[in-house]
Nanobody, 121 residues
């Protein structure tokens, strides 16, 4: 019913930048909170940043001042601008969206397939 497609991952040197995108499509009535999570090998999935439909944001302490989350509601798309990347940012990054489906009163969480970000010299 709803698909989230991520793009923008890759290999970057320490100190470099990447921009991730995640677009939602399907039988969407509205999207509430959208967020980016990451999971490194051997670690639990953790929240990186979130953004409400009204643009209120929150960040993990480890990325504050370096990462910026934004969204385009008209395109059902969320972005993550990552600057000053460090080796410890290496992980698979997943987007998540809380979606209200057409014809239902409920909100469902959907996940993207993940995109690899590797920070290495």
């Amino acid at each position: 019913q709803v698909q989230l497609v991520e793009s923008g991952g890759g290999l970057v040197q320490p100190g470099g930048s990447l921009r991730l995108s995640c677009s939602a499509s399907g039988t969407i009535f509205s999207i509430n909170v959208m967020g980016w999570y990451r999971q490194a090998p051997g670690n639990q999935r953790e929240l990186v940043a979130g953004i409400s439909s009204g643009g209120i944001t929150n960040y993990a302490d480890s990325v504050k001042g370096r990462f910026t989350i934004s969204r385009d509601n008209a395109k059902n798309t969320v972005y993550l601008q990552m600057n000053s990347l460090k080796s410890e940012d290496t992980a698979v990054y997943y987007c998540k969206a809380g979606v209200s489906l057409r014809g239902t009163p409920y909100v469902y969480d959907y996940w993207g397939q993940g995109t690899q970000v590797t920070v290495s010299s």
